[in-house]
């Protein structure tokens, strides 16, 4: 069955960095859009960004682009999320989902805290 | 950048009834892109709707999709207890991508 489990959520002070992992299995990593997304404590959901298969086209919601750089490497099944200039405002769950149109499976979350 | 507005907020229901949600777009969803989310508390959101009108994987026929353009409606035929929940519309017509705020559905 598809999984797909996220880690290195952690607490960060404001301007600190963290990178998140999602570790993939139960299908080929390799033929599917990969997408990360947020959710603050008590409201709903944003887009982060998204990359393609091959890593080629990649997508960065506004709030995060010129901080946040989304990757992956198909031989690990894994995708990640590095995340630079961190801000209060970027507090929430983070969570990687298969697709980067209608989101097909999600992991668990991962939480991130911005405070000092 | 596609708005998305859900209405009701919250829907106060009794199991067996019917629920409708709504969610309208600000600009025509030219390929009827938008799907729905089921989220209970302490979980990831759950793909139920896609393409407007496909159920995914192992979702039950109670819940159902439709619309086109600007307005778009979930409907989930008879309530059970499992199906209380705050539920999500997101369009992938355009980029951004974009959610709507949601709509809780509670027990009356």
């Known amino acids: 069955q598809v999984q797909l489990v996220e880690s290195g959520g952690d607490l960060v002070k404001p301007g600190g960095s963290l990178r998140l992992s999602c570790a993939a299995s139960g299908f080929t990593f390799s033929d599917y859009y990969m997408s990360w997304i947020r959710q603050a404590p008590g409201t709903g959901l944003e887009w982060v960004s998204f990359?393609?298969?091959?890593?080629?086209?990649?997508y960065y919601a506004d709030s995060v682009k010129g901080r946040f750089t989304i990757s992956r490497d198909n031989a690990k099944n894994s995708l990640y999320l590095q995340m630079d200039s961190l801000r209060g405002d970027d507090t929430a769950v983070y969570y990687c989902?298969?697709?980067?149109?209608?989101?097909?499976?999600w992991g668990q979350g991962t939480l991130v805290t911005v405070s000092s | 950048e596609i708005v998305l507005t859900q209405s009701p907020g919250t829907l106060s229901l009794s199991p067996g009834e019917r629920a409708t949600l709504s969610c309208r777009a600000s600009q025509s969803l030219s390929n009827t892109y938008l799907a729905w989310y089921q989220q209970k508390p302490g979980q990831a959101p759950r793909l139920l709707i896609y393409?407007?009108?496909t159920r995914a994987t192992g979702i039950p026929d109670r819940f159902s999709g439709s619309g086109s353009g600007t307005d778009f409606t979930l409907t989930i035929s008879r309530l059970e207890p499992e199906d209380f929940a705050v539920y999500y519309c997101q369009q992938y017509d355009s980029s951004p991508r974009t959610f709507g705020l949601g709509t809780r559905v509670d027990i009356k």
């Open positions: 393409h407007t009108s």
């Open positions: 989902a298969r697709g980067h149109g209608q989101l097909e499976a």
């Open positions: 990359i393609r298969n091959d890593g080629d086209d990649i």
